[in-house]
């Protein structure tokens, strides 16, 4: 009856989980006017001051009076949207089909600019693909793979660029310069905003799987702690032996036709292997810590644990947060793999252990 227990909560949580990772980017951004959803937007007759905003998708259709910051797979500002101030926005994709009265910077896989589109200041973007029909006021520096100008679009005043144009180079009323230093980068004044956004979710995700793991196996989450703690080389190196054994049997199985759909769910189960093992190692390491000072409350250890690791990745040099990263991971899968096993061989003892169940029929002499 345990192990069924126990089964019944890792399918809890596993659902749970799936869910998480379905929902997708949710808002964590703040007001003067923040939002948050899988889709975020401001409705045709709506005003807002100004907006901050992180989604699968942002779309404009009302009256942004002040500036917009949008990180999304897809932003856009329809035709009836107005933006009074300027627009920094990375996402998949980026359409301006209504009215930005400042600078827009951009980063995204496509930017767009529609026929009735209007940028009323200068134009800075680093995308894969540029194509402009609209209206640009101000300058224009665009590094993109390709660039596109089509018959209706309009640059009021210079040119600068890196990639491929094409179309009409007519539309531009200033000079045209090629400059082969722009690369597709992202617009630099987006990168702080969108960085810390994905760190905020990220830790707020991972504190309510942390969270979920704890609340349903409480006694086992203990133990993977106590594992990494009392023998942490030995966990570290089953940690190393899962993470590196596992992909090269998964890649085994994709190889014969048969092993192909076990290999994806296994694949699938490996990425939560490494999710859960993150967790578990930032929450063990911060659980032993704890314990030096004589606090030994699991919740306080998930937070604790959490918070620094999110913290940990934005040091300023990346090469130390990676290492640590990794070392903690492999803790962490290491204490899950041999919880796990640990869990498999009592449930097998126990097995064998229960006595067989006697027989109703009568003896035959």
């Known amino acids: 009856m345990q192990g069924e227990r126990y089964g019944s909560r890792l399918v809890v949580a596993m659902l749970v989980a799936i869910v998480i990772i379905g929902i997708g980017p949710l808002t964590v951004a703040a007001q003067s006017n923040g939002q948050t959803g899988g889709t975020v937007v401001v409705e045709e007759g709506e005003t ?50 209504g009215t930005v009265d400042g600078d827009v910077d951009a980063g995204a896989g496509s930017l767009t600019i529609t026929e009735d589109g209007t940028v009323g200041g200068t134009l800075t973007a680093g995308v894969g693909t540029a194509t402009i029909d609209g209206t640009v006021e101000g300058d224009a520096v665009i590094g ?24 009409n180079t007519d539309a531009v009323d200033g000079e045209i310069e090629q400059d082969a230093s722009l690369g597709v980068d992202v617009a630099p004044t987006v990168q702080p905003f969108a960085s810390w956004l994905f760190t905020a979710y990220a830790l707020a995700v991972n504190l309510l799987l942390g969270a979920l793991l ?49 290999s994806l769910v296994g694949g699938f189960a490996f990425a939560l292997l490494i999710w859960v093992g993150v967790i578990y190692g930032r929450f063990a390491i911060a659980a032993w810590v704890l314990s030096l000072v004589g606090l030994g409350n699991r919740w306080l250890a998930l937070i604790v644990g959490l918070v620094a690791g999110a913290l940990l990745s ?52």
């Open 48 to 97: 807002v001051d100004s907006l901050e905003a992180f989604g699968g998708s942002v779309v404009v259709r009302g009256t942004v009076t002040g500036d917009v910051s949008a990180v999304g797979g897809d932003v856009r500002i329809e035709r009836t949207g107005v933006v009074g101030g300027d627009l920094e926005t990375a996402g998949g994709s980026v359409t301006i089909a």
């Open 144 to 167: 993109a793979d390709t660039i596109r100008l089509g018959e209706t679009a309009s640059i009021a005043g210079d040119l600068r660029y890196d990639g491929d144009l094409e179309g």
């Open 214 to 262: 704890l609340g349903l196996f409480p006694r086992f989450s203990d133990g993977v702690a106590d594992r990494v703690a009392s023998s942490p080389i030995r966990s570290g190196l089953v940690g190393l032996a899962a993470f590196i054994g596992i992909p090269v049997l998964l890649i085994a199985l994709a190889i014969s036709v048969v092993g192909l759909p076990l």
């Open 314 to 365: 934005r040091l300023p040099v990346p090469i130390v947060g990676e290492v640590i990263g990794l070392l903690v991971l492999l803790l962490g899968i290491g204490g899950l793999v041999r919880g796990l096993v640990g869990h498999w061989r009592t449930a097998r003892d126990r097995d064998r252990e229960r006595p067989a169940p006697s027989s109703d029929e009568p003896t035959v002499d």
